[in-house]
């Protein structure tokens, strides 16, 4: 177990910095939340004119508006985005930096097999996302408590909240994979961050790939907070192939890790 | 010299990856745009102007006509604009605290020469690599325009807005360099100017949704250099430019003051 507690400690400050971002971003957005109530019930007269196919067309969602659900999906997707570039963070490092930090012969020469250690580090940052998504959904149940006017249905809520934990899932997975393939990661950063979001705009400007079928491209389309309102449940199809993926990914980050030549 | 071009080779890679991204954002952002226009451009404007604000907001079309093409290209400049100052940012903060991170200060610090010429080496070859992008993403945008919109007639709207994503580089990169002059821990500067790019955007956002939060326009850049004004003056904001360039240059002659006087990390 050194392995896992080594990581924790390693870790412990990422964590509370991570946790505060996270914390930060959502209850600003929160903050907010009253002006813009204030302003659909205004906005509901004005949209209730215009015809249906029209509407459709832009793609707008509005029964969401109205709720704190439907600004809480908005807020979630910026949160997915931070959260991505932690999950992927600790997944990639995790592996990478006793190459990058040249502890590696140090660490490899120990009467541990690799896949002991990998297991050790990957249950590691396990853990570390899972305080991270407690603290979050503590925080939002406690924002929502604080700037929704009327009352709000806590189970659709955290819900939602817990996309972000399954959204880090995928890339703490796909991180792993980076971390366990790519012979030598100087910066984790410039990997996770472009990977991230690229991922995210092929989520939001999909063009030719704005398609269902293509949907499972790309983990931000996973969760669709206008499904999780209307069915009260996850599209179960885009789970598993979430939890599909996450397996795939560790079971070859073992394998070729297993093989690996490291580089000392 | 040597170290010059030292630096160009050790970027290089990260460069080609980001300018692969601007280009795989370039294929894909525009196709909404013809949704938006084959869909009675007209009506939809109306209906998008009729929207609260925060929800224009929300939508990133707030002040923005995308019925227009170049309105909607407003919506895509804010990302080019988050993609370029985090790639400057990284790039500011990276080329001078690797040697500390990746142990390599020892080794480069015993040469014979300065800290002040190794710092402008540095200085310039990140320079050479912010303008690359800054081409790559100019010339990109220009034919993705172009290409949409079947004629060149937007050209000189749209370089008049690429001026924009060139301070947002100068101004993150030169912040980036500051906090790697100053701190000694490799990590920190990286760290630090990630948080400001991040933090400034999700302000600017939270600015326009709230009319509260108004005076935080002052301190975001994302603001300083927004869309809607580019596209209604013409030109970016004068003042604020003059603003960024010489907080840039005040944050380099720190970085420059403070890298040579600082203890350096060595393995």
């Known amino acids: ?264 | 010299m040597q170290m010059f071009i030292h630096e160009l080779k050790s970027n290089y890679k990260s460069l080609l990856g980001w300018s692969a991204a601007i280009v795989f954002f370039q294929l894909s952002g525009y196709s909404k745009f013809e949704g938006f226009q084959s869909a009675q451009s007209g009506a939809i404007n109306n209906i998008t102007n009729s929207f609260p604000k925060s929800l224009q907001v929300i939508f990133g079309m707030y002040n923005l006509n995308i019925a227009t093409l170049i309105g909607y290209f407003g919506i895509l400049y804010l990302y080019f604009a988050l993609l370029a100052s985090i790639y400057s940012g990284l790039l500011g903060a990276g080329i001078v605290s690797k040697e500390e991170r990746d142990k390599t200060s020892e080794f480069l610090l015993t040469r014979p020469v300065s800290r002040n010429s190794i710092l402008s080496a540095k200085l310039l070859a990140g320079l050479v690599n912010i303008f690359i992008l800054f081409l790559v993403i100019s010339l990109s945008s220009v034919i993705g325009v172009a290409l949409v919109n079947h004629n060149f007639a937007l050209t000189s709207q749209v370089i008049g807005m690429m001026w924009g994503i060139l301070l947002f580089q100068i101004f993150f990169f030169s912040l980036g360099l500051l906090f790697a002059g100053i701190f000694q821990n490799p990590k920190l500067p990286t760290a630090i100017v990630t948080i400001m790019i991040v933090g400034t955007y999700f302000l600017f956002v939270l600015a326009d949704i709230s009319s509260q939060l108004n005076w935080v326009r002052f301190i975001t850049p994302f603001k300083w250099f927004a869309a809607p004004a580019i596209i209604q003056n013409g030109h970016i904001s004068y003042t604020y430019s003059v603003i960024t360039i010489i907080v840039s240059v005040l944050a380099v002659v720190v970085s420059y003051v403070a890298y040579s006087r600082r203890d350096i990390t060595v393995a």
């Not at chain 1, 997707?77 to 931070?82: G, L, S």
């Open chain 1, 1 to 264: 177990m050194n392995f896992f507690w080594q990581e924790l400690k390693y870790y412990r400050r990422s964590v509370v910095v991570w946790s505060l971002v996270l914390a930060i971003i959502l209850l600003l957005f929160l903050s907010v939340y009253q002006s813009l109530s204030s302003q659909i019930d205004t906005f509901r007269e004005i949209i209730s004119r215009y015809p249906r196919a029209l509407l459709a067309a832009i793609n707008l969602r509005f029964e969401m508006f109205y709720s704190i659900y439907g600004y809480f999906g908005y807020i979630l997707t910026f949160v997915w985005v931070a959260g991505a570039i932690q999950a992927m963070n600790y997944g990639t490092s995790v592996v990478s930096k006793e190459v990058s930090g040249k502890t590696a012969d140090f660490l490899l020469s120990k009467p541990i097999s690799r896949n002991r250690m990998l297991s050790e580090k990957f249950a590691a940052v396990f853990v570390l996302l899972l305080i991270t998504n407690i603290i979050f959904i503590a925080v939002a149940l406690l924002g929502a408590k604080l700037f929704s006017s009327g009352g709000f249905d806590v189970k659709i809520y955290i819900l939602l909240a817990v996309t972000l934990f399954f959204i880090q899932l995928f890339f703490v997975a796909l991180g792993f994979l980076f971390g366990s393939v790519l012979p030598k990661i100087k910066t984790v950063i410039s990997i996770t961050l472009p990977t991230v979001f690229v991922l995210f705009i092929i989520a939001s400007f999909g063009g030719i790939l704005d398609k269902p079928q293509f949907y499972y491209l790309t983990p931000f389309k996973y969760f669709d907070s206008l499904y999780l309102y209307q069915h009260g449940t996850y599209q179960y199809k885009y789970l598993w192939v979430l939890f599909g993926f996450v397996i795939i990914c560790l079971i070859t980050s073992y394998i070729i890790y297993n093989r690996k030549d490291i580089n000392l």
